[in-house]
């Protein structure tokens, strides 16, 4: 079966939506994303599809049944209404189907634009930072299952990581040995500093909040046709110190007026410089572990083995 029968026949199957038309879009890291339209209603969809030979995908998807309840609460019930997509449920009770190709997820389409590389406006920061200050008042008296995704302060990549930088790359291919080898030492040096940092970390006891883990240009949305703000792709939400999230603004140049709607939220807030410092390095691992991982590990096209290559040297080249 081709590609696009296998979707028409989950969207009926767990959807009930017949006679669908399905069109690729650009997606983001994790997934693959096609606008499915159905045309007696022209209702819209935004269907996510996790390839299930990519390396990545079991990271991205394991936790599907624990998160996507969560958000679902925060939608209805909290001041995130409005604010944040929650995946449509299928017939049979579930977010999520699957097949032998893929898991997937359904949306409501989004009419509207990704942030990106545009500039947010003023609006559009206050819209943001009221968006996490929101999320972060969640934390201690959660109604949903939350044990699951609780922060653990680990590298779980770091050991793969460790063992190809111990062999100096012996055994990579040339491409990616190239790229690797002069930041040997500097990805050592990292891995033992995120280790010793979550070691004193994980001792602190540090108050816990929501957090989505992963708030960049790409996962959020001005819809067309409402001027508030959405954030998306809730895949990495977490219980976790609120620095897992503030590392994304602190190097903005909107941190300040960020941080002064997000203090009306929560006036006593400081910063934890070793959280962040935490979050910060172990973010830029795995990232480039990412990278390396779709490299040695994923079926690709010279062209995305190409554009792999310049992300992973875009990611290094940061590192001092
Ligand atoms: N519900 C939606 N409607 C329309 N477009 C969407 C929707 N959700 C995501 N997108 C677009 O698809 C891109 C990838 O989606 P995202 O959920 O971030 O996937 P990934 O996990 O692969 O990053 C987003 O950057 C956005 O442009
Ligand atoms: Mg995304």
């Not at 409005?82 to 999520?96: D, F």
């Not at 096209?301 to 992300?311: A, D, F, G, K, V």
Request: net charge negative; aromatic share 10%; charged share 25%.
């Amino acid at each position: 079966m081709n590609l696009m029968n296998k979707f028409t026949a989950i969207l009926s199957k767990y959807y009930g939506l017949e006679q669908v038309e399905v069109l690729r879009q650009k997606g983001g890291w994790a997934a693959l994303a096609y606008k499915v339209t159905e045309p007696e209603s022209r209702r819209s969809y935004f269907l996510k599809v996790y390839e299930k030979d990519r390396s990545s995908t079991p990271k991205w998807t394991a936790r599907i049944d624990q998160y996507v309840p969560i958000t679902s609460w925060l939608e209805q019930t909290t001041g995130l209404h409005g604010k944040i997509p929650v995946p449509m449920m299928t017939t049979h009770g579930h977010y999520r189907c699957e097949d032998d190709y893929g898991i997937y997820l359904l949306y409501d389409y989004i009419d509207g634009e990704t942030i990106g590389d545009k500039p947010l406006t003023q609006e559009q920061i206050c819209q943001l930072a009221a968006i996490v200050a929101e999320l972060h008042s969640c934390g201690k008296e959660l109604p949903v299952q939350s044990e699951n995704i609780v922060e653990n302060f680990e590298l779980p990549f770091a050991l793969s990581l460790k063992n190809i930088l111990m062999t100096k790359g012996a055994g990579l291919p040339g491409d990616v040995y190239d790229l690797l080898g002069p930041y040997v030492e500097a990805l050592n040096r990292m891995i033992f500093n995120a280790d010793e940092l979550s070691a004193v970390i994980k001792q602190s006891q540090l108050p816990l909040a929501l957090c989505h883990t992963d708030i960049h240009p790409w996962n959020v949305m001005q819809p067309q046709s409402r001027r508030q703000l959405m954030l998306i792709d809730w895949e990495g939400l977490k219980l976790a110190p609120v620095e897992a999230d503030l590392m994304f603004v602190v190097d903005q140049s909107y941190f300040n007026e960020f941080m002064q709607i997000y203090r009306q939220f929560h006036p006593d807030f400081t910063l934890n410089g070793r959280t962040l410092t935490f979050y910060q390095i172990r973010r830029k691992l795995e990232d480039v572990w990412e990278f390396i991982e779709q490299l040695l590990f994923d079926r690709q096209s010279p062209s995305e083995r190409t554009s792999t290559l310049q992300s992973l040297e875009k990611e290094l080249l940061e590192i001092k």
